[in-house]
């Protein structure tokens, strides 16, 4: 049995190691500014569809909002996210509901989306699980002029709002609608070590992204994602290092962090009566972007609060005197009495 956990472990380290590698060396110099959230692992239904009902309760209630680029822009680029999925059949069904707003810059141009995720899960051995997740989507993409200016207001002395634009706007919304997929394997690799990765492939429709034009589809975005857990032995520390990576048409994104949890307190073994609160620290750097520290408060594994910030390290440093962004997360995870609960489980 110890023979097969080593092979197992060896052939999942060598593959996410080796794709890695191969995406490194394949990085242009470019930097995506896709709408995202450092605390990408809090934000399942963006991060991987297969994903939602991953949890140990009875149903999960999760929040999150990010303030990005306040230094350069007065109307700063804002973005909340909430979502609640839960089981609903035998541990095997999952299903959900997320909402995605984000409004950014002086036009206040707005993405609103509702969300609808569903995700099955098989037992492919006592150690190893596949999910795989669809998820289904409406969204609205907006823009408010009124608080745009032109040069054609520009008299030749000062700017006067009542001069006429010269500009014509014939839409300033669309709707569309969104479909999604994806999968996530986990491995037990022993009691103390277990790893997991993850496929999300969003946009598979090519929805239209433009307010005039049919033509102008948005691209198709792919989204692999993984991460472990190292329990180190006779201590109440868990090692949880993390990669993701995104590609959407010339965008991309590299993450690579790690986080430490230390329990506080100790739990009950066989009556779950007792469940220990924790405390995580940990950094992220998101390739020529962002240093991005993290830490979270976790009370009894049923309540989260997370806090990080994005450090801007990218040319843009200049103006945004590497101020980049806020962002929290709150999760709650209900379930029956004297039972423990994992708050992030993507992890």
Not at 162 to 191: A, C, H, M, P, V
Not at 255 to 275: F, Q, R
């Amino acid at each position: 049995m110890m023979l097969m956990y080593n092979k197992t472990i060896k052939i999942s380290f060598f593959t996410t190691s080796i794709f890695i590698i191969i995406m490194l060396f394949q990085l242009p110099l470019c930097y995506s500014q896709d709408i995202h959230f450092s605390q990408y692992f809090s934000t399942p239904s963006i991060l991987n569809p297969a994903l939602t009902g991953q949890f140990n309760g009875k149903f999960r209630l999760i929040s999150n909002y990010r303030n990005q680029w306040r230094a350069i822009s007065r109307n700063s680029y804002k973005t909340f996210n909430t979502s609640i999925d839960a089981p609903v059949y035998k541990e095997k069904l999952f299903a959900g509901l997320s909402f995605f707003n984000d409004v950014a810059g002086d036009s206040k141009m707005s993405l609103t989306q509702i969300n609808l995720p569903l995700a099955a899960t098989v037992n492919l051995d006592n150690n190893n699980s596949l999910t795989t997740g669809i998820q289904i989507g409406w969204a609205q993409r907006s823009i408010d002029i009124s608080n745009l200016t032109w040069d054609s207001q520009y008299d030749g002395k000062t700017f006067n709002k009542t001069l006429s634009s010269k500009e014509s706007f014939l839409n300033t919304n669309f709707n569309y609608f969104d479909l999604s997929f994806g999968t996530f394997w986990q491995n037990i690799i022993s009691e103390k070590i277990k790893y997991n990765a993850g496929i999300g492939l969003f946009h598979l429709n090519n929805p239209k992204q433009s307010f005039y034009s049919d033509n102008d589809k948005l691209n198709s975005k792919f989204i692999f994602h993984s991460g472990a857990e190292f329990k180190v032995r006779n201590s109440n520390t868990v090692y949880n290092p993390t990669f993701m990576f995104m590609k959407q048409g010339k965008m991309q994104e590299v993450n690579i962090g790690i986080m430490a949890k230390y329990s506080i307190g100790l739990d009950s073994k066989y009556t779950g009566i007792n469940v220990s609160s924790s405390v995580v620290f940990g950094a992220f750097y998101r390739l020529n972007d962002a240093i991005i520290p993290y830490t979270r408060l976790i009370y009894k594994n049923r309540y989260a609060i997370g806090f990080s910030y994005d450090i801007n390290v990218s040319r843009l440093k200049v103006a945004s005197d590497s101020r980049g962004g806020g962002e929290i997360s709150i999760v709650y995870i209900f379930s029956k009495k004297n039972v423990s609960v994992k708050v992030v489980p993507s992890l």
